[in-house]
């Protein structure tokens, strides 16, 4: 099964500061991936999804951008991070059965 | 709409039964899935089932699928209090790559 790796785990960033997550997927190959934002340790919200290099859904509008340089490689931005924003970010992939596989999270504190 | 529905809380004694339920909304979903997460952890995949199967079991874990009722629940014998965690149901929205996950049930296992 895939592995996926996300960076860092906590993060603060001041509001009006630039975001960037990155998401590395190990064991398979053309995964279909996908960033989750959970607010409070609640139900999962869906950001983007991205089922191949440079193709990227978004499901609500917001603050946030997505992009997809290479194949097992999926980051999360901002180019200036409002309060809203802090939450615990998820990164997933998925292949057969659409089984998606997710990262440890990254706890985002915008101050 | 695409709500998933799930009781935020269940309480129950080390070595009962917990049975955690769910009713989804699409009644065209391929696979129905069952996740687990920790205090600060991703989600883990527990089990999933085929739509066109009634029942799964695996080790401690029963899955029971009414697909006429779009019910889904999650059974787990002689609960330990390492299983005090959220428990996830998510389906996959025919059609799409996308899942549509429940409000998440916090179990606490009582010594």
């Known amino acids: 099964s895939q592995t996926i790796h996300q960076w860092p785990a906590t993060l603060v960033q001041p509001v009006g500061s630039p975001l960037s997550l990155e998401c590395t997927v190990e064991?398979?190959?053309?995964?279909?991936l996908y960033w989750y934002r959970q607010a409070a340790g609640r139900g999962l919200q869906l950001l983007f999804y991205?089922?191949?290099?440079?193709?990227i859904s978004s499901e609500v509008p917001q603050n946030l951008s997505a992009s997809r340089p290479q194949d097992r490689q999926f980051i999360l931005s901002s180019k200036k991070l409002l309060l809203s924003d802090s939450g615990f970010y998820l990164c997933?992939?998925?292949?057969?059965?659409?089984?998606?596989?997710f990262g440890a999270g990254t706890r985002l504190s915008v101050l | 709409g695409e709500d998933v529905e799930q009781s935020l809380f269940l309480s129950v004694r080390e070595g009962d039964s917990s049975v955690i339920n769910c009713t989804y909304t699409d009644s065209s979903s391929t696979y129905l899935y069952w996740y687990k997460q920790e205090p600060g952890a991703g989600l883990q995949l527990l089990t999933y089932?085929?739509?066109?199967?009634d029942m799964k079991q695996d080790q401690r874990l029963t899955v029971l699928l009414n697909k006429k009722d779009k019910h889904l629940s999650l059974r787990i014998a002689d609960t330990q209090t390492g299983d005090s965690a959220i428990y996830f149901c998510a389906e996959s929205l025919s059609g799409t790559y996308k899942y549509i996950f429940g409000t998440g049930t916090r179990l606490k296992v009582l010594a």
């Open positions: 991205s089922v191949g290099i440079g193709q």
């Open positions: 064991g398979t190959s053309n995964p279909n």
């Open positions: 089932i085929f739509s066109n199967m």
């Open positions: 997933a992939g998925a292949e057969a059965k659409n089984i998606q596989y």
